[in-house]
């Protein structure tokens, strides 16, 4: 029974480039969440998703972030144009129905931006 | 909009002693609560929940929390630390028809003395 999958675990790249995270949810889940963690700080919420759908971007960055959930495969979080203000942790959640269970969480992808 | 408050970033007890590690949420309708575990480089872990069922809520590792509507409260407890407990704690909430997205403290470092 396989959780929350997110890969990859660490991800750098050079300022200017784009950064592509994935991840799978638990199986059964159909509601994907999307977090920040920067050092020393929260999560700050940044999209809530359902299959092809964006429920909640209020916490997304206006511009170079968008997300995606699509029919089949992973939820996708791209980041374009990176800057080193994106480095940070990012970490996936999922739930059966809306959290009110509660989330499980991925390990996180760390992105460093050099 | 709902939010939490942790008090104290960083909480420091010998094992054996009692844990209490704080979180008081502001919410204008009645709120779903939740406590986390984060171990080094890893997700976050659900502790417990409270969705409006009882007041006192078990979780797992011997861990419990009390909601207390009056003081607008969540405080975690734990009679008796060990060392396994040294951990960072995130307290959130999420409310109403949008229970989907849930907003966190900026969390709790956990340190257990041996």
């Known amino acids: 029974n396989a959780g929350v999958m997110q890969n990859p675990r660490h991800l750098v790249r050079r300022r200017g480039q784009e950064a592509r995270l994935r991840c799978s949810p638990m199986?059964?889940?159909?509601?994907v969440y999307w977090y920040r963690q920067l050092p020393e700080e929260g999560l700050k919420f940044m999209v809530y998703?359902?299959?092809?759908?964006?429920?909640?971007e209020s916490g997304m960055p206006k511009e170079r972030f968008s997300a995606e959930f699509p029919k089949e495969g992973p939820s996708i979080l791209r980041i374009q144009q990176v800057v080193r203000g994106d480095s940070a942790a990012y970490f996936c959640?999922?739930?059966?129905?809306?959290?009110?269970?509660?989330?499980?969480f991925g390990s996180g992808t760390r992105l460093t931006v050099v | 909009a709902q939010s939490v408050t942790q008090l104290g970033s960083h909480v420091s007890v010998s094992e054996g002693a009692l844990v209490l590690l704080r979180c008081n949420y502001s919410s204008s309708v009645p709120p779903y609560l939740f406590w986390y575990v984060q171990y080094p480089n890893q997700g976050l872990q659900l502790l417990l929940k409270y969705t409006s069922a009882a007041t006192l809520v078990k979780g797992i590792n011997g861990f419990e929390a009390e909601f207390k509507k009056s003081e607008t409260s969540f405080h975690l407890t734990k009679p008796s630390a060990h060392m396994s407990d040294a951990a960072e704690y995130f307290c959130a909430v999420s409310v109403g028809t949008n229970a989907g997205k849930s907003t966190f403290g900026d969390g709790t470092t956990l340190t257990v003395k041996p």
């Open positions: 998703l359902q299959k092809e759908n964006i429920i909640d």
């Open positions: 959640a999922s739930s059966p129905v809306a959290a009110i269970e509660g989330y499980t």
């Open positions: 199986k059964g889940h159909s509601h």
